[in-house]
C-alpha cells in the first residue's frame, strides 16, 4: 500500500521501503535547511535503496561543493531547485531546475551556485 508523506522526512539514516511515496520537494526544503547550518553546506539523504540501485537526495547551500571524486557506477544527475555546475578537468555542465545529465565514468566534482536541491541516482554492480 502506497502512503503519501506530507509531513517531515524520516531521519537519514533509514530509506523509503519499496512502494511507499515521498515529496522530494519537502525533503529536499529540509534537508537544504540542514546543508545550510552545517559547517560542509551539504546535507543527503538516501531514498531509495534496492538490490543494484541507490537514489539519494543531496542538498548543498550555495558555494559548496562534492570534491572531485570517482562514480561509483552508472549514474545520473537531476537538479531539483537551484543550479549546480558538474564538472571534471576537461568539461563543465551547468544544471538548472529540471535539468538531467548523466555522469561521466571519470573523476569529477560538483558545485552549487545557489542553494540546490539534486537527485542522484546510481546503478551498483
Not at 544544471?95 to 555522469?103: E, M, P
Amino acid at each position: 500500500m502506497s502512503t503519501h508523506h506530507n509531513g517531515p522526512a524520516r531521519p537519514p539514516e533509514t530509506h523509503l521501503p519499496a512502494g511507499e511515496v515521498t515529496n522530494l520537494a519537502a525533503m529536499g526544503e529540509q534537508l537544504l535547511a540542514d546543508a545550510r547550518s552545517a559547517t560542509s553546506g551539504r546535507a543527503a539523504r538516501t531514498v531509495v535503496a534496492l538490490p543494484g540501485l541507490r537514489v539519494t537526495l543531496i542538498a548543498l547551500a550555495s558555494g559548496s561543493e562534492l570534491a572531485e571524486h570517482e562514480a561509483p557506477g552508472s549514474a545520473t544527475l537531476t537538479c531539483l531547485t537551484g543550479r549546480v555546475t558538474l564538472s571534471t578537468t576537461d568539461r563543465t555542465w551547468p544544471l538548472g531546475q529540471g535539468d538531467i545529465v548523466a555522469i561521466p565514468g571519470q573523476r569529477h566534482g560538483l558545485t552549487a551556485e545557489t542553494d540546490a536541491a539534486v537527485l542522484l541516482t546510481v546503478r551498483l554492480a
